[in-house]
């Protein structure tokens, strides 16, 4: 019999079960998850009157107010997810904004093109539901302790 034949599963350490590796591979993903709504709301900011055309092209109405929402909503929310601020708040408006956007401007299935960027904001807001289960972890705002409180005489 081998040497090795008693060692049982729970002997082997598990490196990425420490707390430790747990918050980073969470930070990691709030960064990787914010990355598209940053960069869409900049870009959108950097050229308004493009956005406002696309918005209006796909038949939505009040395209200058749907700027405004998604500029917000973007970016606002894209920061406060990297920085774990009321993130299962923020994770859940990003994930019914995304659905929104696949319906909105994504729902040609037919299209190769759009059949991709619809799956992959569903996919996306897959990934944010799993934020909203989980919350920030250890390297976000949200993990701050309460702060104390005064008490009066």
Known sequence: MSQYASVSQSDIPDR?????????????????LSAIYLISGLSKLAAPAAAI????SA?????????????????LGGA???????????AAVLAVFTVA??????SNLADQ?????????????????QVVAVGAGRFGLDARPPAAQSYRN
């Open 80 to 90: 406060a997810l990297i920085v774990g601020y009321r993130t299962r708040f923020v």
């Open 59 to 75: 038949g939505l109405p009040f395209a200058p107010l749907g700027l405004a929402i998604a500029v917000v909503v973007e970016i």
């Open 16 to 32: 990425f079960d420490s707390s430790v590796s747990l918050a980073v591979a969470s930070l990691v993903g709030r960064i990787l």
């Open 101 to 106: 956007t696949a319906l909105g401007f994504h």
């Open 53 to 56: 055309g696309y918005i209006a």
């Open 113 to 129: 093109g759009q059949f991709i960027h619809f799956f992959k904001n569903i996919a996306m807001a897959g990934g944010l539901l």
